[in-house]
């Protein structure tokens, strides 16, 4: 791991915060666009397998177009590859974990990933460490996902308990990608070829499991389908690297608080996609993790 730079471990700005934010709503409208592919006769694992492999030709087309070295010697072989591994482990445990536990105890488990992040900068990040009002914050703001969601009730099965298991595994795969982004070489490479190792990786992580599963296509996609896979790949497939390049360049704590409003635009997209009724208790989640979020952010 390299030394991060104090500029590297900055609060976010105001751009970057409605950068992030507008990063956030794409991935919530991410999860009713799975959803529908599935409807439309595409398993999950399969439509990882189709995103990623899409991705990988937009972004070497984006990287040859731009003009950056995709083979260069630069020492991030190893690195990138083991952020890869991560991420694709990560898609593996979310895709099959909803399989075995339900999908409002699902996102509380993975969402537990900022905690993760800010208990890892603490050994790895020693200049991104949270005062005791940022872990306020913090804690508020997952508070807002509980009202969201509601407090998981003890697993009633076994299978339960390893579909919650997996989604915590997940979580912890994501936060480590993001400690391996931020504290090593590949915070001096493009964000681009951070996200190409990325994707590379998950292929045949996911190819893998699919086949382990016994996922397949049975028939022809419905157009609606398609589309979401579109969506998937085009839209929120991108939207890493931008991810990736504000990981760099500003404090990944602070940063990480922000995706607790990735399932609070899951729920608002649910409603104007799916039809899926809003609660009085989503108004009071909003303001939680709003709140929770201008006390992660506030000057020290």
Request: proline share 6%; aromatic share 10%; charged share 10%.
């Amino acid at each position: 791991m390299t030394g991060i730079p104090a500029s590297h471990t900055r609060p976010l700005d105001a751009a970057s915060m409605a950068l992030v934010v507008f990063l956030c709503l794409t991935w919530g409208f991410n999860q009713p666009a799975i959803k529908l592919a599935i409807l439309g006769g595409v398993p999950p694992l399969i439509q990882c397998t189709i995103r990623s492999s899409l991705a990988i030709l937009i972004v070497l087309g984006v990287m040859r177009f731009r003009g950056l070295q995709i083979t260069a010697r630069d020492g991030t072989l190893t690195v990138g590859l083991v952020a890869g591994v991560l991420f694709g482990v990560e898609f593996l445990l979310i895709y099959r974990g909803l399989l075995y536990t339900a999908a409002s105890r699902a996102t509380l488990f993975i969402y537990l990933a900022p905690f993760f992040v800010v208990l890892g900068a603490r050994i790895f990040l020693p200049g991104d460490r949270f005062n005791m009002m940022q872990w306020g914050g913090l804690v508020l703001a997952f508070a807002g996902m509980l009202v969201a969601f509601g407090v998981p009730a003890p697993a009633n099965s076994p299978y339960q308990l390893l579909g919650d298991l997996m989604m915590a595994g997940a979580a912890l795969a994501w936060a480590a990608t993001t400690l391996v982004i931020k504290a090593s070489s590949l915070a001096r490479v493009s964000p681009e070829k951070t996200l190409l190792y990325q994707i590379v990786a998950c292929v045949p992580i996911v190819v893998l499991g699919a086949l382990a599963f016994g996922e397949r296509i049975t028939a022809m996609p419905s157009t609606v389908a398609l589309g979401s896979l579109a969506y998937q790949t085009i839209v929120v497939g991108t939207t890493f690297s931008v991810w990736f390049a504000l990981i760099v360049k500003f404090s990944a704590s602070r940063l990480s608080a922000f995706t607790f409003l990735t399932p609070l635009f899951g729920v608002a997209a649910g409603h104007l996609v799916l039809g899926e009724p809003l609660t009085p208790a989503f108004a009071l989640a909003v303001l939680l993790v709003a709140g929770g979020l201008i006390l992660v952010n506030r000057p020290r």
